[in-house]
């Protein structure tokens, strides 16, 4: 039922853990898709030895150093089954995760609702960001975020039709771009069955894309710049949040224009002119921040 991809770079000393999560499952109504972007360790040797072992469906794919977002696009065309989840190699499965995520998934009988968000935590059990208590919503992922103010990273599992129909964009001389990028597109006009399972165990290491984030932004503007031009432009953002979206959407088409990219597909939409006019006024407050942060 569920294809799990794991985009992985130079996590050979990590694979294992999430491994044998997968292993541990109640449920085995699933495939386990492994993209190596580019290691130089023994990433390729350790799934190898996974595959042998025999034990679920495994398949390894390969490409160049591109970045995680083209890893997933790469993923998607091997998805043999109805849903796909991302799972980081940093990140494992609790024993029932693929259990409870399968069974939610045969509750929807509506195909408006397009995915399902469990709860991750750390490693000692404390659940990562701010949700509703012990209830189960069907929301949009946007109003769950900016309209509700609910905080914090979550496991997605999408329809496999709406991932592969909605791949990353991908932009020259860049390795990041925000997922939700995509995941703004697949549930624009649909909804996200938010549960309050503990289903992933996270841990956020100092060389994580987490922990790299702001670097990664500005290193990739572009892609970046494209995910605050959607967030502005979401029917359900309130003014603040369009204000302050098209403020980092400003700033990263400046970085973008520095760097000589092509900018075409980033431009702001004219009918949010007065909110970037206002967001030009901001800017220099918001340059003083990233100068006082740094």
């Known amino acids: 039922m569920i294809s799990i991809i794991t985009p992985t770079y130079n996590r050979a000393n990590l694979l294992g853990r999430l491994y044998e999560s997968l292993n541990a499952q109640s449920c085995i109504d699933f495939?386990?898709?492994?993209?190596?972007?580019?290691?130089?360790?023994?990433?390729?040797?350790?799934?190898?030895?996974?595959?042998?072992?025999?034990?679920?469906?495994?398949?390894?794919?390969?490409?160049?150093?591109?970045?995680?977002?083209?890893?997933?696009?790469?993923?998607?065309?091997?998805?043999?089954?109805?849903?796909?989840?991302?799972?980081?190699?940093?990140?494992?499965?609790?024993?029932?995760?693929?259990?409870?995520?399968?069974?939610?998934a045969k509750q929807i009988d509506s195909n408006n609702i397009c995915g399902i968000s469990a709860l991750k935590v750390t490693p000692d059990g404390h659940t990562i960001g701010k949700h509703p208590e012990n209830r189960t919503i069907d929301m949009s992922f946007f109003d769950y975020y900016f309209n509700y103010s609910f905080k914090g990273d979550r496991l997605l599992m999408f329809r496999s039709n709406l991932m592969k129909c909605n791949p990353f964009p991908v932009f020259e001389n860049e390795k990041f771009i925000p997922e939700g990028v995509v995941w703004q597109g697949i549930t624009n006009d649909k909804l996200v069955r938010f549960i309050n399972s503990k289903l992933n165990i996270c841990e956020y290491l100092p060389d994580g894309l987490t922990a790299q984030y702001r670097?990664?932004?500005?290193?990739?503007?572009?892609?970046?710049?494209?995910?605050?031009?959607?967030?502005?432009?979401?029917?359900?953002?309130?003014?603040?949040?369009?204000?302050?979206?098209?403020?980092?959407?400003?700033?990263?088409?400046?970085?973008?224009?520095?760097?000589?990219?092509?900018?075409?597909?980033?431009?702001?939409d004219k009918k949010l002119r007065h909110y970037y006019l206002l967001a030009k006024i901001l800017m220099p407050i918001y340059k003083l921040k990233r100068i006082l942060w740094n």
């Not at 997933?72 to 190699?89: P, Q, R, V």
């Not at 432009?233 to 700033?251: F, G, P, Q, W």
């Open 31 to 104: 495939e386990w898709i492994v993209v190596d972007d580019g290691s130089t360790d023994n990433t390729t040797e350790t799934i190898k030895r996974f595959i042998s072992e025999n034990k679920f469906p495994i398949t390894l794919l390969h490409q160049s150093n591109n970045g995680k977002h083209t890893a997933i696009n790469l993923a998607m065309h091997h998805c043999n089954k109805e849903w796909i989840c991302i799972i980081d190699s940093d990140d494992r499965l609790t024993p029932n995760a693929i259990e409870v995520l399968s069974h939610e």
């Open 215 to 268: 670097e990664l932004m500005e290193k990739n503007p572009v892609g970046n710049a494209l995910y605050y031009k959607i967030l502005s432009e979401n029917k359900r953002a309130t003014s603040i949040t369009k204000i302050k979206c098209s403020v980092l959407h400003l700033y990263l088409i400046e970085i973008a224009l520095k760097n000589g990219s092509d900018i075409s597909s980033i431009l702001p």
